[in-house]
Every structure is written in C-alpha cells, then in structure tokens.
C-alpha cells in the first residue's frame, strides 16, 4: 500500500466535480482512499482525518490529490481521465446538427468514418478535417483533383487511416453497405477494388454461388494511377490480409499503370493469404477464382439470346463504367457510354438513382435503324433507384432489337432481384448474371 | 487510430441525406452534419490548407492548451506609463485595430479628448480635439501593449491599471479600473464629472485596492473566480455581477482591515458593490493574459484577438503574428434603454471581445439566463447559442463550465478556418455606446463580426 499526495496550484475545479473524480477514481482497483478536492480549510481537515500530511501553505485554489493504493499512479491515471472527460448531455432533438466534420468529431469522439458527398471543390478541407481527428473516409464525391487524392491518401497511410475514394461508389464493411452496394451474405471472401461497379459485380456473383463478402473496400477509381501510386490499395489488401473474417482477396481495378500493377502484384505475393488479381480478368473471371479458393462453384452462365441474331450495330448504355469498359472490350465494336462518367454526372444524380439521361439516349439509339443490340447494366442494391426495372421495361417494351441486361444484383436487394429480373424479361430483355456473359452474348447477337 | 474493420461503425455524413438514411436502415450509427459550402472566397485557402491540417491541429492543440493552462493571477496596480511599454507622456491607447483620429467614431473622439484633458496634454476639450487632429497625440492599439480597454478603452500614461500575471507562461496583461455605468469615458463621455471620477480612481481607488491586495498576501486567481461567477449567472462580459460580488468577498476582510483613512476604504468598497460591472475590467486583462499564451504559434488557425475601435473590427491569429484582419464594424441588436434606439447606436467596440476569444461572453452565454433577454430570446436561446459556438471552437474549457449543458466546458479557441467553412460567426454580446461622444450606453445586445475579417484571416493563413 503506498500513500500518494499531489498537489496542483491553482488549478480549479468545482466540488461537484471533483466528488464525482473522487467517486469514479475510488472504483478503481486496488484504491483504498481517494480524495480529491481543493484545498479549503474543510478539505484540509478531511484530509488530516484520513491520515494525509499535506503542505501547510495550500490555499482553496490549489487542487490536492491525495491517494493510498497498491499501485496510485494507476488512481492518479483515473482522476486525471475523469478530470479531463467531457461532460455529455443527452442531446436534445432540437440541438443543431453539427456543421463540419471536425464539430461533428468533437461533439462524438466515437465517429469513424466521414461519408462524403459533398462538391469535389470542397473535399479537400473536409476530409483533412477528417483525416487529422482520426476518421476514416469514404469520399463518393466526384470532381476532386488527382493531386488532391493522392496528398489526401499519403496524409492517410501515415495516419494508419482509409481513404475511399474520390468518386468511391460502394464498400461493404463489417456488413454494412457504403454508398450503392448489395445486399449479400456475409463470407470468407475479402475485395478490394478500384472500381464500384467492378466490386458489386463480383459481389453478387459470388453470392450468387453462395458465397460470402468479409468486406469489400473501395479504393476510388483512380488509386492505381501512377500519380497515386495504388497507396489504398495496398492499404486494402494489408487490411484484409490481417483480418480474420477473411480467407481468400480479390483485388480488381480499371487496367492500371503498368508500374502500380507491378507494386500491387508484389504486395499480393507478400500477402500470408491467396490473392486473385483480377486486373486482366473479367469481374466473371475474377469471382470465379475467388469462389474456388474457398471452396465456392460459380455456376456457369446459361442465358441465351431469345432470337435469332441480326448483324448490325451494338449500343452499349451503361450505367457502371466497369461494366462498360469490360462490355466494351469482349464486344470488341458499337458504342458504348458510361453515364456515370463526370461528364454526365455534372448537376445530375448518378444514373443508378436517376434514369432519366439513359431512357432518353436509349430510346435514340432505338429509332437508329443501324442499331440491332442494345446493352445494358442495371444495377441493384442500397442507394440505387427503387425500382429500375420497372422504368427500363417501359422503354424496350415491344422493340425489335435485341436487348440484353445485365442485371447486378443480389437476391436480398431490397429492390427483389427476381421481380426485377422478370419485369425485364416480360418486356422482351435477355436478362444475365453476368456482365461477361451479356457482353458475349451481344456479340453473337449482332453477328458474332 | 481507431481499425475499420472489426468494429462498430459510426458515420458522420456530410452530404447527400440518402447515404445517411440508407446506413440508419442498417442500424449503424450516423451523425447528420449539416454541410454547407463555405464562405465565398475562402474555397481556395481551405484547399490549400488542407495538406497542412495535421501541423494546424497540432498548432491549435497547443494554442488551445496555453489557453487553456494559463494562470490570469491579479497581482497588484500599476500606472500606465510604468507598465506598458512605449507608453509617452502623449500616447493615448484606444481598443480595437489601429485607427486614426480623423476615421475614429464619435464615442472613441470622446474619450482621447478627457483623457487628454485628464493627463493636461489639453487645457480644455476643443485644444484636445484640435491638438488630437494635428497628430500631437501618438495613438495606438492596448492590444499591441499588453493592455485590453472595454468599449473606446482609452488608456493614457497616468490611468492607473491592474496587472495580471500568468506564471505558467510568463506573461501580463493590463487594464484600467471599471469606471461603473453612465457618463463614463470609455463611452465618450468627458465633462467634469467623468474627469472627477477618472482622478478619484487614479488617486483613492487604485491605492486603496493595491494596498488591499498587498494585504490578502498573494495574487488572487481570476480564473477560479471566473469559474464560479459562470455558475452563478455571470457570462464574463455582459453580466459580472457574481465575478464582482465574489472579487469583493475575496477583499473585504482585507479592505476591512486596512489603514488609513476609513473613508477612503469605504467609497471603494461602496464603488464595486455599486457597480456590477466592475469586474469586467478583471475579467478582460485575464482572458487577454490567456489569449497572448496562445500567440505565435506557427500554423496556428485559432484566434488570439477579437477587437472594436468604433469603426472596424479587427482580428488577429495565434498563427499570422501582429497582423490585424479586420471588417467594418456591425450594428448591434440589442435592447435600449428608455428614449433611445437603433439610430442612437454607435457601431460596435471595445476590446471586451477578448472574452469570447477565450470562450467566456457569447461563448458562456448558456451559463446566464439572466440576461438572456438582451439576446432577445428565452434560456433555450442562450443555451443554442453557445452550443452553436462548438462548431467553430477547437476545444473546450475545462475550467469554464456550463451548469444547463451537464457542466460541459465553454467552447475555447475559435477556428478561423472552421468560421469561414460553417458560416457560423463568433457571437459577441455588448453593450451598446450612443453614437455622440459623452452620452454613454444606451442599450445592450447581439452583434455579428464581419465576415470579412475572418476570410483575410484564413487567407493570409494560406498565404494567399
């Protein structure tokens, strides 16, 4: 037992306080007398009643902390936590909400991650507001510089801290679904992605073979530029590569710098557990790797088209640019446009939310009588539109081109992927699981 | 750091309501923030700031502490002219940002001409206005000395001051004493009663009240006094009934005790148990004392310095050096006395500003429902006032603290940044000087600082 005295001049604190310090300090272990209180001619009387010598000079604005315990320094460490702990009031509707993220760090010390979604011009303030008080960030703003990204995300590596993004459409943590992702079971598989879309898709494959997601990060499109070097997603792939839940990675990405992919591929060999680079796969490749290393059968896709084929032109709509470029690349020809670029998104929700740029080009490219397929993702899930089908089947009822979708969505989305999958397919679509596979299957309608 | 993976998610959302109402369906835990875009003007410095915000927390972490730990210890009266340095025989310190005579307002020209005619630079007032405009007079900021003045917070060479001393950092500050309410300098006032009274403080006041403190045998800790006055209603600005009442228990034994004539002793105490604002003058040099702890830390965003002259409000940064920013100064909206209104109003000054830059007045306003009707509003008012402080505060006080808000600690430590970003404006109570030198205050209210003052700030923070 050893008896422990300090004093602090000057420093005041009201008795309310320091009773409840006194209280909460008391608790600890091996704390058999705790007082704390200022040095009034009534405390100084307490105190040589309990057995404590103190100076004789103190005066009712010095503090005293005066202890006996196995271990004090362990009591001093808990008065000065209660000393230095916020008061907290239960918050009242009526408080007003915070209006920056480092009030809102400060009002809730416990925040975790900032959520984005804020102008691209204001992004850079936000989230090193965010990044400097500790929080993670999943930026689905679009519209921020590259330099900004890659000073935001060297600023994160060296604070041990995410950086999703910019322009970071979906990530599943611990289950919860950030931004547009799916619904699915929860699993043994971790991804780690530079592609929103890219990342739904191969989500809802696998959860398609009963498969489950650990969690799925997004990095932002961009990550793997050379400017930024892929610093999340290496962040990424260490995250899932030390977390329990996670047995197998699956790393995919827009094709990247030559150099990045190098690191990245160098990053993944270093990893204790078994990475599927998909950056030269199809997302139906990719997931098809990903489901054997846990023991998972993605099953083969068996669509077919539901009329003869017609040489002609393809029309690639997409709504995920992942999908588009990969659609793009197995079609090998036609058109195809991303309507969630920038270019299209500028004063205008994405068009996984808002429809309405896509019906009007579609219904265009339906009057072009050189057109004989068209393509199309639809995509399910948290924050995308309600009910897409519905929308879409309206637009493609009754045409004579092929229309082929393909349709990303998990069976627990809250949007029903089988009602959705029907709807499109009472209006006459070849509706698939897969990307690849409509991809592939526009090809063979337009001709081959 | 806190892992992401593995454990409870807690999301503060700043955007788009969706995102928020879609992770609430999953049962995670989010905190709206009401974003909007900031300040005009200013998206440019925020960005450039950005890669810096890790140094600037640290800076503010530090200038927040100072603040924070500073001791404002009441040690003893001095004269102007031994304690300020610089201070000439015709120097005249006035609050605010430096100005000059022909752009002062009407209360500040008020009160430079008694105080010339106090100090017998002027044999009578039209000589002191004349003398002021021929440039005989060396004005200059009491910030810019150690010194803080409540509203023309004029200052000349034989105006006794108290001292505040702050042993943890080894720093002062100085102001004069309280003049009480009515005709009184500091709001312009300058006929033969205001002078009287400025001689009578000089010669009976400050020496009864030095010999008193000599007595108590040690400085006497504002800050405890200060804490203790905001849980007895006081703000520290605009109410200091309780911060007076308990200065004058703290120096009644002593002044009781005192030799000399019994008179004399008896007329100061009758003048601060008269006079509820006198611990103003106290309560001022004691957050200044703080605020320059908190100065001239690099990278610094937080603010040292708020201050009126009548015409412009200035601020200063812990991180920018000496530097003013400054803004016209507002109208204020407030509440008068009988037979006077807003046409009456002089705009904003003072130095008593001082007090909100170290979270007491506006910042402290929850702790004095009191006077919350000058806000124009009920308790509830002047608890979301302060509650709305935090957002532009980067800490919080441990010593100020707030009964109706669970005891939570004042907010501390404006953030320029943080200002510009929120558009939430530090909220200032006042009194209110008539706009003719000599009337005195005819009300007392609410005022905004210029926006203005505050974008200059974070720009010249981001070197732009």
Partial sequence: ?448 | VAELLGRPLAVANAGVDLFADQLERQSVRVERVEWRPPEPGTEEALARLAPEAEAIARANDEAVARIEDAQPMLAGVGTARDLLAGMSARTILHAGPPIDWADMCGPLRGAVIGAAVHEGLAEHHEDAARKAASGAFEFGPCHERGAVGPMAGVVSASMPMVVVENPVHGNRAFCTFNEGLGKVLRYGANDDEVLARLAWIRDVLADVFARALARLGGPIDLRAITAQALQMGDEGHNRNRAGTSLLLRTLLPALIELEGPAADTAAVARFIAGNDHFYLNLAMPASKVCADAAAGIDRSSIVVAMARNGTEFGIRLSGTGDRWFTGPSGTIDGLYLPGFGPEDANPDIGDSTITETVGLGGFAMAAAPAIVRVVGGGPEDALDATRAMYDISWGESRSYQIPPLGFRGTPVGIDCREVVQTRVLPFVNTGIAHREPGVGQVGAGLVEPPMEAFVKAVRALAGS
Avoid at chain 1, 192 to 201: L, N, P, R, Y
Avoid at chain 1, 212 to 226: F, K
Avoid at chain 1, 332 to 353: C, K, L, N, S, W
Avoid at chain 1, 387 to 403: C, R, S
């Fill in chain 1, 1 to 448: 037992m050893t008896e422990h005295v300090i004093v602090r001049r000057g420093a005041y604190y009201d008795s309310v306080t320091l009773m409840l310090v006194s209280r909460a300090a008391a608790a600890e272990a091996g704390a058999k007398a705790v007082a704390v209180g200022m040095a009034t001619p009534l405390n100084l009387e307490l105190l040589a009643g309990q057995g404590f010598t103190v100076d004789a000079d103190l005066g009712p604005n010095d503090l005293v902390i005066a202890i006996r315990a196995a271990d004090p320094d362990q009591v001093v460490a808990a008065v000065d936590r209660e000393l230095s702990a916020k008061a907290t009031t239960t918050p009242r509707a009526e408080t007003p909400a915070a209006r920056s993220l480092s009030s809102a760090a400060r009002r809730h010390p416990e925040l975790s991650l900032a959520f984005l979604s804020i102008p691209g011009d204001h992004v850079a303030h936000e989230a090193a507001a965010a990044l400097a008080v500790g929080m993670h960030v999943f930026c689905f703003s679009d519209g921020v510089s590259l330099e900004v990204e890659a000073a935001l995300k060297r600023t994160a590596v060296e604070r041990g801290l995410l950086f999703m993004g910019a322009d970071c459409g979906t990530a599943i943590i611990d289950g919860v679904a950030l931004g547009f992702a799916n619904a699915v079971r929860r699993g043994p598989v971790g991804i780690v992605g530079a592609s929103g879309t890219g990342i739904q898709e191969v989500c809802c494959l696998l959860d398609s073979a009963g498969v489950g997601v650990s969690h799925a990060i997004g990095v932002g499109g961009r990550d793997l530029s050379a400017e930024v070097g892929g610093l999340m997603m290496r962040r990424g792939l260490e995250l899932l590569a030390r977390d329990d839940d996670t047995q197998a990675i699956v790393a995919i990405s827009k094709p990247p710098d030559p150099q990045v992919a190098q690191a990245i591929e160098q990053a993944a060999d270093e990893t204790a557990k078994s990475v599927v680079l998909g950056f030269e796969l199809t997302l139906e490749q990719a997931a098809t790797r990903a489901a054997e290393l846990v023991g998972g059968v993605l099953p083969a896709p068996g669509e077919e088209l539901n009329k003869p084929p017609r040489p002609g032109d393809v029309r690639g709509l997409f709504a995920g640019g992942t999908l588009c470029s990969e659609a793009e690349r197995i079609v090998g020809r036609g058109r195809f446009v991303d309507f969630g670029d920038d270019e299209y998104t500028q004063g205008r929700a994405h068009p996984m939310i808002d429809p309405s740029l896509r019906l009007e080009h579609l219904a265009a490219a339906a009057r072009d009588p050189a057109v004989e397929v068209l393509l199309l993702d639809v995509v399910l899930g948290y924050g995308a539109h309600p009910d897409p089908a519905t929308e879409l089947a309206a637009a493609i009822d009754g045409l004579d081109q092929h229309v082929i979708v393909a349709l990303c969505g998990a069976a627990d989305d809250p949007q029903d992927l089988t009602k959705q999958r029907e709807t499109l397919e009472r209006a006459g679509a070849v509706v698939t699981r897969s990307n690849a596979h409509a991809a592939r299957l526009a090809k063979e309608a337009s001709g081959g």
